[in-house]
């Protein structure tokens, strides 16, 4: 495979941009550039707050994000709330495990039945019988992680499932 050209690249990043902002409602604010957090990966359903940045954009971050309550200029700090959001978002979840065939397959299983796709997996046994999986996922909304959450709880041998976030 080659490499994206750069004017492509930025083409795909303009596109993402134009489909956040269809995505935040922001009060009294037209064409201004609005960017989802790299530290919290808000998902749709939940309650966030956007941070003006110096550059006069807008970050939108988790409401309880620790990058946004330590900001000593909670004047930059705005309301923001999610339209009727359908673009998928990336998150990555854990899943702690007692290490045995099949529990990769079962996993994936369960999310396939959820319409929930995986764009990345990396499974490990960090000390014998125990199986740590890390998956990023691309999910619609808070609540479909909540379910697909619960689903694979139910997994035999899965004995924690949580998001991580990047704090």
Known sequence: MGRIPKKRKF???????????????????????VN??????????E?????ITTLNSITVHYHK???ITNKTNK???????????VALQPTTVEILARDRIGLVRDIATILSKLRINITNINASEPSKGIALTLITLEVGH????????????????IWEVKRIKKF
């Open 142 to 157: 808070i609540t479909q992680l909540n379910e697909a959450q619960k689903k694979l709880k139910e997994i035999n041998g």
């Open 11 to 33: 083409d795909q990043l303009l596109l993402f941009a134009e489909e956040t902002m269809r995505e935040i409602t922001i009060e009294k604010e037209e064409n201004i550039l």
């Open 36 to 45: 989802l957090a790299k530290c919290c990966h808000p998902l749709p359903g």
């Open 75 to 85: 004047k930059r700090i705005i309301p923001v709330s999610w339209k009727n959001a």
């Open 47 to 51: 309650s966030i707050v956007g941070y």
């Open 65 to 67: 994000c620790p990058n």
